[in-house]
C-alpha cells in the first residue's frame, strides 16, 4: 500500500510533434512578451510623480515595513524548503522502461525532481518579492495622483503596478514550462 501513495508515473515513450513544438515555442514567446509588457509598465509606474515629501516619508515606512515582512517570510520559508526538499528526493523512485532497462535511477529521478521543486520556489519568491516591491513604490505614486484630483490617473497607475505582478507571474509559469519540456525530451533520446 505504501507503494501507492509514493509512485510516480513510470516511463512514458512520447516524441513531440510539430504542434507540441509550436505550442512550446509560443509558451515562451508568451514569456518574453510578458517580461517586455512588464518592464514597460514598471517603467511608467516609476516615472510617476510621488507627491509630497510627507507622502515620501510614509512610502519609505512602508516599503521598509514590506522588506522586513519579506526577509522573515523567505527565512520562514527556507526553514521549511530543506526538509520539504529532502522529503521530495527520498521519496523518489527509480523508473524503468516497460523491458526491464533503467530510465532513471533513484538518484537521478530525485534530483531532477528536488530541482524542480526548488526551481518553483524560487519562481515564486522572485515573483512575490516583484509584486510586493512594485506594490510599494506604486502605493504612493497612486495616492499622488489620486490627490491631484485626477481618478484616471490614479486608476492608470493602480492597474499597471498589478500587471506588472501579473506579467511576473506569466514568465515564471511559461519558463518553467520552457525549462522542463526540452529537459524531458533530452533525457528521454539518452535513454
Excluded at 47 to 53: H, I, P, S
Excluded at 137 to 154: E, L, P
Excluded at 184 to 190: E, P, S
Aim: aromatic letters at 8%; hydrophobic letters at 45%.
Amino acid at each position: 500500500m505504501s507503494a501507492l501513495f509514493a509512485t510516480e508515473g513510470g516511463w512514458q515513450q512520447f516524441t513531440l510533434k510539430g504542434g507540441e513544438w509550436l505550442i512550446l515555442g509560443l509558451s515562451g514567446a508568451s514569456a518574453v512578451l510578458a517580461l517586455l509588457v512588464g518592464w514597460y509598465l514598471m517603467i511608467k509606474v516609476l516615472q510617476e510623480d510621488e507627491g509630497t515629501d510627507k507622502m515620501k516619508e510614509i512610502a519609505v515606512a512602508i516599503q521598509v515595513g514590506a522588506w522586513a515582512y519579506l526577509k522573515r517570510q523567505f527565512r520562514t520559508i527556507g526553514m521549511i524548503l530543506v526538509p520539504v526538499g529532502a522529503v521530495v528526493f527520498l521519496t523518489s523512485v527509480a523508473i524503468d522502461k516497460p523491458g526491464g532497462e533503467s530510465a532513471l535511477t533513484f538518484v537521478q529521478s530525485g534530483l531532477y525532481r528536488t530541482i524542480a521543486f526548488v526551481l518553483g520556489c524560487v519562481a515564486s519568491g522572485l515573483t512575490g518579492y516583484i509584486g510586493m516591491t512594485l506594490a510599494t513604490r506604486g502605493n504612493v505614486r497612486t495616492a499622488a495622483a489620486a490627490k491631484r484630483g485626477s481618478m484616471k490617473q490614479a486608476l492608470q497607475v493602480a492597474f499597471r503596478t498589478g500587471g506588472v505582478a501579473a506579467c511576473s507571474q506569466s514568465v515564471s509559469v511559461c519558463s518553467a514550462q520552457q525549462l522542463s519540456s526540452p529537459c524531458f525530451k533530452t533525457h528521454r533520446q539518452q535513454c
